[in-house]
Nanobody, 124 residues
């Protein structure tokens, strides 16, 4: 089991930026595909971005493509989500998740380990 701890959320004006981090407590972080999900109030959890174990392949929700960037540093056991040009509709609790496969994983039920979430809120 992988313990995941997100940080970096907060209040941000529309058009602003935030960088989320997710630190994993495992020595085999590079064995995991990682994903960022979000859940807005009253809505289903949705995948925002996903990344393979190597970081060479990524996936983005169409509405965030070009604004968000997922990356990982396997030496630091950390995955990041850089969020630029934030919009009010990006307001949600953001979760990172780990899956023991190596490829892109976009289905929430495939992920076995989840962080506690970090709130991102539009301050406009």
């Amino acid at each position: 089991q992988v313990q995941l701890v997100e940080s970096g959320g907060g209040l941000v004006q529309a058009g602003g930026s935030l960088r989320l981090s997710c630190a994993a407590s495992t020595r085999t972080f590079s064995n995991y595909a990682m994903g960022w999900f979000r859940q807005a109030r009253g809505k289903e959890r949705e995948v925002v971005a996903a990344i393979t174990w190597s970081g060479r392949s990524t996936y983005y929700l169409p509405s965030v493509r070009g604004r968000f960037t997922i990356s990982r540093d396997n030496a630091k056991n950390t995955v990041y989500l850089q969020m630029n040009s934030l919009k009010p509709e990006d307001t949600a609790v953001y979760y990172c998740a780990a899956d023991g496969s190596l490829g892109i994983v976009t289905i929430a039920s495939s992920y076995g380990d989840w962080g506690q979430g970090t709130q991102v809120t539009d301050a406009s």
